[in-house]
């Protein structure tokens, strides 16, 4: 069965201040991991997904397969991060996506 | 503007009653995925078709169903509607089948009074 575990419901740092939002998945087959994003209870949008290895508006994430995790990072976070932040992992074949709890991200000035 | 398109963005209706909701995907993308937000239970996975055929279903209650046209917009039908359905429906949709994310829709409010 896919499971993807956020532990934190919400994280708050300083503007400036490094992030790391955390994510653990358990599944047993090959994992395909993304990030999404969500402001304001608006439409979810892709942050990052494991195959590209990009990097978005600072945002970086490393799947470690041996931690099971795939948490994401930014050095210095901005105002403008403060969002949901969900960690999703497909299934063989792509028939779904799970999705973790999320975690809130707050940055203050 | 995502490319994925849901109407309505708001409905409001009564217990008992039933609604349809409506999505139209990604120009190109055959994938169409339903799940629904909610504040205590998070992101949970509905149903997903592929061109036309069902795929996957997850904790769908029998109250509701869903189907994909030929022309790939899909519907989500939810009856007998319970003060506990109100909750932000998002359809995603993807081409092939998805190994490139989700592209989302802005979702559907829908409240049950």
């Known amino acids: 069965a896919q499971r993807v575990t956020q532990p934190e419901k919400l994280l708050s740092v300083f503007k400036g201040a490094p992030v790391e939002l955390k994510c653990n998945y358990s599944y047993s087959g090959s994992p395909e991991l993304f990030w999404y994003v969500q402001y304001s209870r608006q439409r979810l949008q892709l942050l990052l997904r494991h195959i590209s290895r990009e990097s978005i508006k600072g945002f970086t994430a490393d799947l470690n397969k041996g931690e099971t995790s795939f948490h994401l990072k930014k050095p210095f976070a901005q105002e403008e991060d403060s969002a949901m932040y969900y960690c999703a992992l497909g299934n063989t074949g792509f028939q779904k996506l799970v999705f973790g709890t999320g975690t809130r991200l707050l940055v203050s000035p | 503007d995502s490319g994925v398109t849901q109407t309505p963005k708001h409905l409001i209706t009564a217990t008992g009653q039933r609604v349809t909701l409506r999505c139209s995907p990604r120009?190109?993308?055959?994938?169409v995925y339903w799940y629904q937000q909610s504040l205590d239970q998070g992101l949970q996975f509905l149903i997903h078709y592929y061109n036309g055929e069902e795929r996957a279903k997850g904790n769908i209650l029998e109250r509701f169903s869903a189907q994909q046209f030929p022309d790939l917009h899909s519907e989500l039908n939810l009856s007998s509607l319970e003060l506990g359905d109100s909750a932000l429906y998002f359809c995603a949709s993807s081409g092939s089948l998805g190994g490139h994310g989700y592209t989302f829709g802005s979702g559907t409010r829908l409240t049950v009074v």
């Open positions: 120009s190109g993308d055959l994938s």
